[in-house]
Every structure is written in C-alpha cells, then in structure tokens.
C-alpha cells in the first residue's frame, strides 16, 4: 500500500492550482478545518464503512467545517470522498502549507535547543537562516534538555543538529569505528 503523503501529494498540488496566490489563505483554513473533521474519531470511524457512501461523506465534512469552504472546495472534498481519500486530508493540508510557503518565499523552522534562546539568539539564528535559506524565516523555537547543548534545526527536510548529543554519538561511533 502507498504512503499517505504520495497519495497527498497529487491532491495537495491540485487543491493548490485550484487555489491561486489571491485565494491561498482561505484555502488553507478550509482545508485545516476539513482535516480536523475528518481526524474527529466519530468520523474517522465513518470513513472505512462500506455502507456510508462517499457523497455522504462529502456532506458530512463539508458541513463539519463549516461555510468555509467554496464551491470549488466542497468539489474538491467530494473529489476525495469518491476516491476514497478523505483519510489523507491532514497529509493534503500540510503538503498544501509547504506548497504556499513556498509560493510565498517563507519557510518554517523548527529550533530545538537545551536552553531557552534569548531574543537576540533568535534574530541573529532567523538572520543567519535567513541567508542561507534565501526565504523569510518563520522560527518556532522548543526546549530539549537531553541535547546538552547546541541545537537542533528543522526546516522541511533539511536537519542541522549541531547539538552537543549528536556531538558526543559522531565520537563514540568514531572511537568504537
């Protein structure tokens, strides 16, 4: 069986042409607000009956998100809902924000570090990211006292782990190596 996010992708990338730059905001809520709906587990129960059928389906999580989302939208969700892939809708959803981060120029980075950084730690790391990256930062910033020291960058798929435990492991690989 394939990967949720290989199925996702295709979707994310239709529901993002579909979307347009003028309406990505507003896409992106109606998708979260589905997505949340289709992870409540008394629909998530709904989704692998046989006996529910996909248009009700799509009527059910159009109506459990509300009136966010357009005629395009609830096309979009009845389009799942016959293919059986409402259950990859949280995949759709974040595919869907790398896509419009993308398409914006910003990037969302994840730092995890020992300590608490201070304000002036996190303009000079979003500065220097900034640089490197060639997009505007978006820092979201976590503590891990198991690091030691240092820390950890995420920024879609790319992992800088210039912590102190990453550290110590490359030397006891090297040593027992």
């Not at 914006?104 to 730092?111: A, Q, R």
Request: glycine share 8%; with cysteine.
């Amino acid at each position: 069986m394939a990967d949720k996010s290989t199925i996702a992708r295709p979707y994310a990338k239709a529901a993002f042409e579909v979307a347009g730059a003028a309406r990505l905001g507003p896409w992106s809520q109606a998708l979260t607000a589905a997505a949340v709906a289709v992870a409540d587990p008394r629909v998530e129960a709904l989704l692998g009956n046989p006996r529910i059928l996909p248009g009700q389906l799509a009527d059910l999580v159009i109506d459990v998100s509300g009136g966010q989302l357009d005629e395009d939208g609830r096309n979009f969700i009845r389009t799942l809902a016959e293919n059986r892939r409402l259950d990859c809708l949280p995949e759709i959803v974040a595919l869907f924000a790398q896509l419009k981060a993308e398409s914006e120029g910003t990037v969302d980075v994840t730092v995890t570090s020992a300590v608490p950084l201070t304000e002036a730690q996190r303009g000079e790391l979003a500065a220097a990211l900034e640089r490197r990256l060639k997009r505007t930062v978006q820092l979201q910033c976590a503590t891990d006292p198991q690091l030691i020291g240092g820390a950890v960058l995420r920024a879609g798929d790319l992992v800088i782990d210039g912590s102190l435990r990453a550290r110590l492991r490359r030397i006891a690989y090297e040593l027992t190596a």
